[in-house]
Nanobody, 122 residues
Framework: QVRLVESGGGLVQAGGSLRLSCAASGRIFSINAMGWYRQAPGKQRELVAK????????NYADSVKGRFTISRDNAENTVYLQMNSLKPEDTAVYYCNGNIKEFSLYRFRDYWGQGTQVTVSS
């Protein structure tokens, strides 16, 4: 079984910064990609940023480009999201996602963390 555990959320004033972390653990054979999604009240969950394990290519939502940076530590199966110049509209629950293959399975599947609240005050 695979588990994703997030940390680093909290309350910050507009213009401030936060850093989210997500560590994957368990019977991990391979990680294809890891990323961050967010869901604000009354809205659908949306992709914030994603990073491919092999090669490190990234993609970002247009709303966070230039402000957020995703990075990873492959040795630790950990992904980070550095969030700068935060805006009130960034307020949401942030979820870590991993596209991971377990030792016991034949294909990759998506796993999710429990979510961490990010609140940006104006």
């Amino acid at each position: 079984q695979v588990r994703l555990v997030e940390s680093g959320g909290g309350l910050v004033q507009a213009g401030g910064s936060l850093r989210l972390s997500c560590a994957a653990s368990g019977r991990i054979f391979s990680i294809n990609a890891m990323g961050w999604y967010r869901q604000a009240p009354g809205k659908q969950r949306e992709l914030v940023a994603k990073i491919i394990t092999s090669g490190g290519s990234t993609n970002y939502a247009d709303s966070v480009k230039g402000r957020f940076t995703i990075s990873r530590d492959n040795a630790e199966n950990t992904v980070y999201l550095q969030m700068n110049s935060l805006k009130p509209e960034d307020t949401a629950v942030y979820y870590c996602n991993g596209n991971i293959k377990e030792f016991s399975l034949y294909r990759f599947r998506d796993y999710w963390g429990q979510g961490t609240q990010v609140t940006v005050s104006s």
